[in-house]
T-cell receptor
Framework: GAGVSQSPSNKVTEKGKDVELRCDPISGHTALYWYRQSLGQGLEFLIYFQGNSAPDKSGLPSDRFSAERTGGSVSTLTIQRTQQEDSAVYLC?????????????FGEGSRLTVL | DQQVKQNSPSLSVQEGRISILNCDYTNSMFDYFLWYKKYPAEGPTFLISISSIKDKNEDGRFTVFLNKSAKHLSLHIVPSQPGDSAVYFCAAAGSSNTGKLIFGQGTTLQVKP
């Protein structure tokens, strides 16, 4: 498809387990972002990647969270030893370049539920 | 510390009337503001934006107004249509060109036929 693709769309896991969420950005987009939306909250910035530059990880809530982007395309967000407060919709977005003025193209999100 | 606030969780208007969604911010360093629209089970989609050097930007039925002295922006939808029913998020960005948008909590708009 032409849009940002995320998988899985839904993930239910037990507290303490590790999870991986995948994002396939729009072809040709050099910037990739991860946000999350907890229940009743706005979107919270987690991390972004721009080309081959070092990622900005300033939004990651703890060291249990990590992300990588291989080959400048697909990205994986990993949450280790999940906690109930990690339950949220994790949204990936991409854009032509890192920008504050252009639009971000979001995927449909991965809904994570930690029991 | 909520830097971008949407104080109305929901709004209901009649089809054909004006919808006004409000957003307040605290950081005077923000220099770009955006509105995103989100339908259930879909990702947010960009709607309209405004630079801090402007006070109004219009795109069809959608107009965004920025009042920098009040640190307030609003989105006007005229005329409102049932298909506009969605969650609307305002977002703000600083000058560091990082794509790190600060989002409000969202306002759910319902347009009744």
């Amino acid at each position: 498809g032409a849009g940002v693709s995320q998988s899985p769309s839904n993930k239910v896991t037990e507290k303490g387990k590790d999870v991986e969420l995948r994002c396939d950005p729009i072809s040709g987009h050099t910037a990739l972002y991860w946000y999350r939306q907890s229940l009743g909250q706005g979107l919270e910035f987690l991390i972004y990647f721009q080309g081959n530059s070092a990622p900005d990880k300033s939004g990651l809530p703890s060291d249990r969270f990590s992300a990588e982007r291989t080959g400048g395309s697909v990205s994986t967000l990993t949450i280790q030893r999940t906690q109930q407060e990690d339950s949220a919709v994790y949204l990936c977005a991409s854009s032509w370049r890192v920008t504050n003025t252009g639009e971000l193209f979001f995927g449909e999100g991965s809904r994570l539920t930690v029991l | 510390d909520q830097q971008v606030k949407q104080n109305s969780p929901s709004l209901s208007v009649q089809e054909g009337r004006i919808s006004i969604l409000n957003c307040d911010y605290t950081n005077s360093m923000f220099d770009y503001f955006l509105w995103y629209k989100k339908y259930p089970a879909e990702g947010p989609t960009f709607l309209i934006s405004i630079s801090s050097i402007k006070d109004k930007n219009e795109d069809g039925r959608f107009t965004v107004f920025l009042n920098k002295s009040a640190k307030h922006l609003s989105l006007h939808i005229v005329p409102s249509q049932p298909g506009d029913s969605a969650v609307y998020f305002c977002a703000a960005a600083g000058s560091s060109n990082t794509g790190k948008l600060i989002f409000g909590q969202g306002t759910t708009l319902q347009v009744k036929p």
